[in-house]
């Protein structure tokens, strides 16, 4: 198999089961060996009591893409550290997209910066990761039938 069916079949595995990303309404654009691109909508529920997106939502959607990039490679990966930077409000109805892209990749550590952008290319968050990557593959128990 190689290195773009294996990401897809990972993010696949991980999507099937991910009941949060399912619940925020995120879409698939395109994933990759340490590289994934998400895109949701901001929906009513999702408002603060400003009326503008809750941190959380994007703050989410970003977390969601550096796992699916982070764990593409086949082995299981989980955060260590993460943060973000939001620089513009969002409303209902807002579409974005999050671009997950690998900065560094080691035998047990892997950086990602994921930028969150409306979809005409403005930035909305900037969010960086750091994942601890296990010596667990995610497809382990099949080479061993």
Do not use: P
Not at 95 to 116: C, D, F, H, P, T
Request: proline share 0%; with cysteine.
């Amino acid at each position: 198999m190689d290195r773009q069916d294996l990401a897809l079949r990972v993010v696949d595995a991980m999507y099937e089961k991910d009941w949060f990303s399912q619940w925020l309404g995120i879409e698939r654009l395109g994933c990759g060996a340490g590289t994934c691109s998400l895109k949701m909508k901001i929906r009513k529920e999702m408002l603060n009591g400003f009326g503008i997106a809750h941190g959380g939502i994007t703050y989410s959607l970003a977390d969601s893409a550096l796992a699916f990039a982070s764990n593409s490679h086949g082995r299981k990966a989980v955060s260590v550290e993460t943060g973000i930077s939001h620089t513009v409000a969002l409303k209902e109805g807002d579409v974005i997209i999050a671009n997950a892209e690998e900065v560094s990749l080691s035998n047990k550590i892997g950086v990602y910066q994921i930028r969150v952008v409306k979809e005409d290319g403005q930035v909305v968050a900037l969010f960086k990761g750091t994942v601890y990557r296990t010596s667990r593959e995610w497809f382990s128990d099949e080479n061993e039938k």
